[in-house]
C-alpha cells in the first residue's frame, strides 16, 4: 500500500511539473547578433521563472525583422533605434506599422581606420564607406560633419533624410561609398576609413571605446535619439509578455552586465533606470 502511494505522489508530482512546463508561454523576438542577442541571453531563465520561453532569432541584415515582426512569424525585434523604425512605419500599411515599447541601451556610432590608421593621414579623394539606409546614412552624415570633414545643410539633424547629394561642402573631395551595414566591416581593407554601426563594429571585434577615431559622445542629443528598443506590434503593446521583457530587463543585473561586458565597454551604454522591487 505504502509503495502504491509514494507511487501516486510521484506520478503527481510529475504531472504538476509537466503541466508547469507546458504553461510557459513562447516569445519569439528576432535580433542582431552583437550587443542585442547576447543581452538577451542573460534573461532567458529570469523569463522562465516568470513562465515564459525566449526563443531568439539572429537576423544580420537589418531589413528582415521588421516585416517578419509585422507578419507574426516574430513576436519582437530588438536591434532598431526610433529614426529607423520611423522609415520603416513611413513605408508601410497601417496594418503592418510597429511601435517601441522598451528602451535598452545606446550604441554611439564611430568612424574607424581601414587603410589610413589616423585622421592624420586623411588625404584628397580618401574613400570613406558609410551605411545606405535612410535613417542610418543620415547619422553617419552628421559624425562625418561633427568630425569635421564635411558639411551639410544647415539645420541638418536627425530627422532630416540626407545622403550624399546633400552635402553642401567637401574640401578633400571625399569619396563617400554607401553600403549596407552589415558589409562595412568587411570593407575596411578597401577603403580609408568606415562609419560603422555599434553592433556591427563589436561583431566584428572592434572596441568603440578604443578602437574609433571618432566617436558620437553618449551624452548629447545622439544618445537619446538612437536609443535601441524592443519593438512589437501595435496590439501587443501593452501585453504581459511585454511587461514580462520590461521587467527582467530593468534590473541591476542587465545594466551591470552592458557596463562590465568586456567586449561592450564604451560602445554599448544602459538608457534605462533600474525599476523599483
Given at each position: 500500500?505504502?509503495?502504491?502511494?509514494?507511487?501516486?505522489?510521484?506520478?503527481?508530482?510529475s504531472?504538476?511539473?509537466?503541466?508547469?512546463?507546458?504553461?510557459?508561454?513562447?516569445?519569439?523576438?528576432?535580433a542582431?547578433?552583437?550587443?542585442?542577442?547576447?543581452?538577451?541571453?542573460?534573461v532567458?531563465?529570469?523569463?522562465?521563472?516568470?513562465?515564459?520561453?525566449?526563443?531568439?532569432?539572429?537576423?544580420?541584415?537589418?531589413?528582415?525583422?521588421?516585416?517578419?515582426?509585422?507578419?507574426?512569424?516574430?513576436?519582437?525585434?530588438?536591434?532598431?533605434?526610433?529614426?529607423?523604425?520611423?522609415?520603416?512605419?513611413?513605408?508601410?500599411?497601417?496594418?503592418?506599422?510597429?511601435?517601441?515599447?522598451?528602451?535598452?541601451?545606446?550604441?554611439?556610432?564611430?568612424?574607424?581606420?581601414?587603410?589610413?590608421?589616423?585622421?592624420?593621414?586623411?588625404?584628397?579623394?580618401?574613400?570613406?564607406?558609410?551605411?545606405?539606409?535612410?535613417?542610418?546614412?543620415?547619422?553617419?552624415?552628421?559624425?562625418?560633419?561633427?568630425?569635421?570633414?564635411?558639411?551639410?545643410?544647415?539645420?541638418?539633424?536627425?530627422?532630416?533624410?540626407?545622403?550624399?547629394?546633400?552635402?553642401?561642402?567637401?574640401?578633400?573631395?571625399?569619396?563617400?561609398?554607401?553600403?549596407?551595414?552589415?558589409?562595412?566591416?568587411?570593407?575596411?581593407?578597401?577603403?580609408?576609413?568606415?562609419?560603422?554601426?555599434?553592433?556591427y563594429?563589436?561583431?566584428?571585434?572592434?572596441?568603440?571605446?578604443?578602437?574609433?577615431?571618432?566617436?558620437?559622445?553618449?551624452?548629447?542629443?545622439?544618445?537619446?535619439?538612437?536609443?535601441?528598443?524592443?519593438?512589437?506590434?501595435?496590439e501587443?503593446?501593452?501585453?504581459?509578455?511585454?511587461?514580462?521583457?520590461?521587467?527582467v530587463?530593468?534590473?541591476?543585473?542587465?545594466?551591470?552586465?552592458?557596463?562590465?561586458?568586456?567586449?561592450?565597454?564604451?560602445?554599448?551604454i544602459?538608457?534605462?533606470?533600474?525599476?523599483?522591487?
Open positions: 500500500m505504502k509503495k502504491l502511494i509514494a507511487l501516486a505522489l510521484v506520478l503527481v508530482l504531472l504538476s511539473v509537466s503541466l508547469a512546463l507546458a504553461e510557459n508561454q513562447k516569445i519569439v523576438i528576432g542582431t547578433p552583437s550587443p542585442h542577442v547576447i543581452i538577451l541571453e542573460q532567458v531563465e529570469d523569463l522562465k521563472a516568470l513562465g515564459y520561453d525566449l526563443e531568439i532569432q539572429t537576423f544580420t541584415e537589418y531589413p528582415i525583422p521588421n516585416p517578419a515582426t509585422a507578419a507574426g512569424e516574430l513576436d519582437a525585434n530588438y536591434f532598431q533605434h526610433l529614426p529607423y523604425l520611423n522609415a520603416y512605419n513611413e513605408a508601410v500599411s497601417d496594418e503592418e506599422k510597429l511601435v517601441a515599447v522598451i528602451p535598452v541601451h545606446y550604441e554611439p556610432y564611430g568612424l574607424y581606420a581601414g587603410t589610413k590608421s589616423s585622421l592624420d593621414e586623411l588625404a584628397e579623394g580618401d574613400t570613406i564607406a558609410i551605411t545606405n539606409d535612410p535613417s542610418n546614412e543620415t547619422r553617419a552624415l552628421l559624425l562625418l560633419q561633427d568630425a569635421g570633414l564635411i558639411k551639410l545643410p544647415e539645420g541638418a539633424n536627425a530627422n532630416s533624410t540626407l545622403t550624399v547629394l546633400d552635402i553642401v561642402e567637401n574640401e578633400k573631395k571625399l569619396d563617400i561609398k554607401e553600403l549596407n551595414a552589415e558589409l562595412i566591416p568587411q570593407s575596411l581593407g578597401d577603403v580609408a576609413y568606415a562609419v560603422i554601426n555599434g553592433n563594429a563589436i561583431g566584428a571585434g572592434l572596441s568603440p571605446a578604443k578602437d574609433a577615431l571618432f566617436l558620437e559622445p553618449a551624452d548629447g542629443e545622439a544618445g537619446v535619439t538612437y536609443t535601441n528598443y524592443v519593438v512589437v506590434r501595435a501587443d503593446a501593452e501585453a504581459d509578455f511585454v511587461e514580462a521583457l520590461r521587467k530587463l530593468y534590473t541591476q543585473k542587465i545594466k551591470d552586465f552592458i557596463l562590465n561586458y568586456e567586449d561592450f565597454k564604451g560602445g554599448v544602459p538608457t534605462f533606470e533600474v525599476a523599483a522591487e
